[in-house]
């Protein structure tokens, strides 16, 4: 296998769609992680559909480690604007 460098940078917004799809039917098929945003679209995979291993699992769970840094602080960043605004709000 040959390695391959690349870098996506996407802003999602309000409208951006996310969603994981799963085909226990199919067990030759992984999960799909699909992002869906204005201007394109991203799909997260194992290296290889259906043949999980456990270094997919333990990719899965830093994903999921690092989307609840991300979460964290998003509400973090959204409580503290908020505030912001009202304490502006208030004062004027």
Known sequence: MNA???????HLGEGARIDC????HRPDSG??????FQ???LSLSSRSLGA??????ETAHRLAEAV???VAETERLHARNTEHAASSTSAA
């Open 4 to 10: 391959t460098t690349s870098s996506l940078s996407v």
């Open 21 to 24: 799809y799963t085909y226990p």
């Open 31 to 36: 999960p799909i992680l699909a992002i869906d």
């Open 39 to 41: 201007g394109g679209s």
């Open 52 to 57: 999980v291993d456990a270094g997919d699992v």
């Open 68 to 70: 609840a840094v991300y």
